[in-house]
């Protein structure tokens, strides 16, 4: 940790080393302990202290970014003087309209908490004990890291955050099963390794000697961890205004229209606390509660300053580190909680199939928001609402709008996931009851 | 970098191993679009990361300290993290034996890239950005160029000290088309990014990107109004840029020991390829040889010295279509002979970290489909033509577009930019959202044709992901194009 009166002169004497018309630094700060373990034991442990920064200038609207990962004077100066040599060999941006102006930033609680190395062990051994007494490999991870940013520019925007994170998951390894546990909580404290062992263990149990299914529609219950796996995609491109406008969004065009069923609702909610939350861009624009999809209408797009600029609109503070060709994208999305926990959900499925997890997600086709991938760590067959047995996993080809138009029931209970695609977020997700999913091939466990 | 290195380690109590590597990194990045430069950036970061195995468990931490303190703390945090396991600690970590290695390593390349002015890349870029646009139906014109140059150091208590100066670069461009709701993009010379390879500016200037653009736009435009690729089993030719993937996917990722040894199972998955299955499995067809090989000049994956201090090296990973080796480190080495105990005593050298602050891990180094020499009609070796005109009915397969595999490499699917009918040994119609569908062994197995050296492209991947914390490493992929007989294509109904 620096603090944030250091990093504030930090980034002052970064400011004060240009001419450029406008600057930007944005400074990063990490902390991070990662305890993994596999084949029930630690195999990797290890501890990161890096820092690092990112200077934008502006001559007119020709922009330079340059970043390094130290904060001593000589390496500031090295910054900044590749990124103003970058700006004055660039082309002409005729989209860019400036930095953004000072704004008040909402006030956020902050648990600034990391585990210790100690603590990391206890936790990951109290899974290993667990699993051992049945029988079964654990692997998993135990992440735990505390993470300042800071925003200036010289139009006097000053925005500061520091949060920790603690992330412990598992997959359990039986003979012929796996199962999935993970909790993902502010403060180290209230980490419960033995909730996560016990759910990952009923998972592999209750998975024990899984039998073939035939591909095909399927109703599916997706946990909430399955359901951020999709959801990511959906941030990608759906709310995306760089992308709406460039007609490569599924929704293109629709601003206004109903897109998806009228039971759903999505938000971005950055400064909800129950969550992870983020007062701030990475221009420093504070952030906003943003309805995405209201009963099933495409209401708002997500905007950063330059494309805010370019297609007219108000900035809604999703900016991402610059550059950014991928766009503005949600960092924080949550449905509007239905009435009904998971097993509630789950005596609703005539015949269908619970889905723990999803696994290598990726594009199919963008314009439909197609996505493929496998179901991995606990599949299983329900019929008459009762969970029948384990199934071997399958892959899906499925459009998202088309998921998010067959939804059945959507649960009450909203789970903080965090998934490699959101690292820079996270989101609050529900299970959700969809008909119609649609299973194409499968495999051999 | 040297005298940093050695200093680190004199701060290791004697009678643990320990290793540390000193990094010192660029990088540059440019993209274009629509004739905008959205991106021009330049990137550097110096640290250093320790390694520590004390009473068989390791530690790890990296810092960017470069004082006397930084490199106390930075050692005595390593060495606390492996203590506070210890507790834990069931199994203790073994090294196979390693070489003592004095040496230097520089990367061949003609014309450095970071020597070449911003203007010069500039104006590339935006020619070949500009020339896509061959249509109003070109609703995005795109352009990117990356470049890196790592200067490293290791040294080890063993006693081995390193230095290597790896560069490496890359660029490409692709379109988009839209007509109505369909949306298609062309790319070239490979989607992802383009082509990378550890070489200077003159593989860009060899890739004649603006001597390009215009087919590339024209093929985006041509996807719109071409028919969706069929349905069905088909004998199917993969491009080269294709195989690359699929080799990545479904060779070169199973066959990282500590995958198959359980120790990626929490994140990326494990392996098919166990080390029962280790010189039994028929994991191909009689002409499918696949190497690891990152001695190969201009390979992305080619470097003098893994980060163990293990020389690069040449390795069948399949041979005449068995399962023969792994990629290793010298843990998993030691590990893999406690129930194989034929197995060679020593690292093939696969480890390797993305930065300082991560600890190595086995990655791929250049991964290759051995390309055929007197397999092919009359004696010769297979052209890309003649293999379609021997081919007679089937598609032919270009550039990809989306892949993704089981955690255990067996269930894949891909889909490509483009393809073609193949009709009467010759290419035909085009078409448009192909996709093919498989099981790793099976696919391999129904391998009949790989084409030969003249067709033998080495590919770049520079954005393979494994590890926690995630790492992104660079691997390289030597493939020429290849049939398969029978395999399930255009899996997708609705698009």
């Known amino acids: 940790m620096m603090d944030e009166q250091k990093l504030k002169k930090i980034a002052q004497k970064t400011l004060a080393l240009t001419n450029a018309d406008e600057a930007e630094v944005v400074l990063f700060v990490a902390n991070r302990g990662l305890t993994r373990f596999a084949n029930s034991q630690i195999h990797q442990n290890v501890s990161l202290e890096d820092l690092g920064l990112s200077v934008r200038v502006a001559f007119g609207k020709r922009i330079g970014v340059a970043s390094g990962n130290s904060f001593q004077g000589v390496v500031l100066q090295n910054v900044v003087n590749r990124a103003e040599a970058i700006a004055r060999l660039q082309k002409e941006d005729p989209h860019f309209r400036g930095l953004p102006e000072a704004r008040k930033l909402p006030k956020i609680k902050s648990v600034v908490i990391q585990a210790a190395p100690q603590e990391r062990a206890q936790n990951v051994s109290a899974v290993i004990k667990k699993a051992k007494e049945k029988k079964i490999i654990a692997s998993g991870a135990y992440d735990s890291s505390v993470t300042e940013v800071a925003v200036a520019n010289s139009k006097g925007v000053w925005a500061y955050h520091a949060a920790g994170a603690s992330d412990l998951s598992t997959i359990l390894i039986g003979e012929n099963s796996t199962g999935f546990g993970s909790q993902l909580v502010k403060n180290p404290a209230d980490m419960r390794a033995d909730d996560v062992a016990d759910k990952a263990l009923a998972k592999v149990i209750s998975g024990q000697n899984p039998k073939d299914i035939e591909p095909g529609e399927y109703d599916v219950v997706l ?7 999709m959801m990511s995609f959906f941030a990608w491109l759906g709310p995306n205004s760089r992308l709406y406008y460039e007609q490569a969004s599924p929704f293109s065009g629709k601003l206004g229209e109903k897109v998806l069923g009228e039971n759903i609702t999505i938000i971005d909610s950055p400064l909800d606390e129950s969550g992870f939350p983020m007062p701030f861009d990475f221009e420093g624009v504070p952030k906003q509660k943003t309805e995405i999809i209201k009963q099933g209408k495409l209401v708002n797009l997500t905007y950063d300053s330059y494309h805010a600029g370019r297609f007219n609109a108000k900035n809604t503070g999703h900016a991402l580190p610059a550059p950014n060709t991928s766009g503005p994208i949600p960092l924080h999305l949550a449905f509007e909680p239905g009435t009904k926990s998971l097993e509630e959900m789950i005596k609703g499925v005539k015949r269908g199939l619970l889905v723990t997890r999803l696994w290598y997600v990726r594009f199919l086709n963008p314009r439909s928001l197609s996505i493929t991938g496998m179901t991995r760590d606990g599949t299983f067959l329900i019929e008459n609402g009762e969970i029948v047995h384990g199934v071997r996993n399958l892959r899906f080809n499925q459009s998202i709008p088309e998921a998010l138009n067959n939804v059945v029931e959507i649960g009450r209970d909203l789970e903080s996931v965090g998934s490699f695609e959101t690292e820079l977020g996270t989101n609050r997700m529900p299970a959700l009851h969809i ?4 299973f194409t091939s499968g495999t051999q466990f | 970098m040297k005298r940093q290195a050695k200093k680190v380690l004199s701060f290791v109590p004697s009678g643990v191993y320990a290793d540390v590597r000193v990094i010192e990194r660029e990088a540059e990045g440019i993209a274009t679009k629509d004739g905008v430069v959205e991106a021009a950036e330049s990137s550097s970061s110096h640290g250093y990361g320790v390694r520590i195995l004390k009473d068989g468990v390791w530690g790890f931490a990296g810092s960017n300290d470069f004082s006397n303190d930084g490199y106390e703390r930075t050692v005595k945090r390593a060495l606390e993290i492996a203590e506070s396991s210890v507790p834990y600690a069931t199994v203790k970590t073994v090294l196979a034996p390693a070489k003592k290695v004095i040496a230097s390593y520089k990367t061949e390349v003609g014309k450095d890239p970071f020597s070449i002015s911003l203007e010069d890349k500039l104006e590339l870029l935006l020619e070949a950005d500009k020339k896509q646009r061959v249509s109003p139906k070109i609703v995005i014109s795109q352009t990117s160029y990356h470049a890196h140059k790592e200067k490293k150091v290791f040294a080890s208590t063993e006693g081995s000290l390193i230095d290597q100066e790896i560069i490496w670069c890359g660029a490409g461009i692709e379109a988009s088309a839209s007509m109505g709701n369909d949306f298609q993009n062309r790319s070239y010379p490979n989607s992802h990014g383009g082509q990378f390879q550890t070489r200077g500016w003159e593989l860009v200037r060899e890739m004649n990107l603006p001597g390009n653009a215009q087919r590339v736009g024209e093929e985006a435009v041509a996807l719109l109004t071409a028919e969706q690729c069929p349905s069905g089993e088909f004998d199917l030719i993969l491009d080269s840029n294709q195989l690359a ?27 098919f390829m166990t080390p029962d299955k280790l010189g039994k499995l028929a994991y191909g067809s009689k002409i499918v040889n696949i190497t690891a090989d990152a001695t190969l000049p201009g390979g992305l994956g080619t470097f003098g010295y893994d980060d163990e201090g293990v020389s690069a090296q040449r390795v069948f990973l399949v041979k005449n279509g068995v399962f023969v080796d792994y990629l290793t480190s010298r843990e998993t080495v030691e590990e893999l002979r406690r129930t194989n105990p034929g197995y060679a005593p020593n690292s093939n050298g696969a480890m390797r970290a993305s930065s300082w602050s991560h600890i190595p891990l086995i990655r791929m180094t250049n991964v290759n489909l051995e390309p055929h020499f007197a397999e092919g009609s009359a004696g010769q070796a297979w052209s890309l033509d003649s293999l379609i005109n021997d081919t007679g009915n089937g598609i032919f397969m270009s550039t990809n577009k989306s892949w993704s595999i089981d955690d255990r490499r067996l269930n894949f699917q891909f889909g490509t930019e483009i ?12 078409f448009k959202n192909p996709t093919y569908q498989g099981m790793t062994p099976e696919f391999w197995n129904s391998c009949d044709a790989i084409c030969g050296k003249d067709e033998w492209t080495i590919w770049g991947t520079p954005n393979c992901g494994k590890g926690q914390p995630s790492q992104v490493m660079y691997a390289g992929h030597g493939t020429s194009p290849a049939r398969f007989r029978k395999v399930k294509v255009g899996v997708i109904k609705k698009w």
Not at chain 2, 247 to 270: C, F, I, M, Q
């Open chain 1, 223 to 229: 946990e909430s961890q399955a359901v951020n796996e």
């Open chain 2, 419 to 430: 393809a073609w009918e193949i009709k009467n040994g010759k290419r035909g119609r085009m």
């Open chain 2, 245 to 271: 993937l699929q080799v990545h996917e479904s060779a070169g990722h199973p066959t990282e020991l500590d995958r198959a040894l359980g120790y990626e199972a929490s994140y990326a998955g494990t392996s």
């Open chain 1, 435 to 438: 008909k119609n999913w649609n």
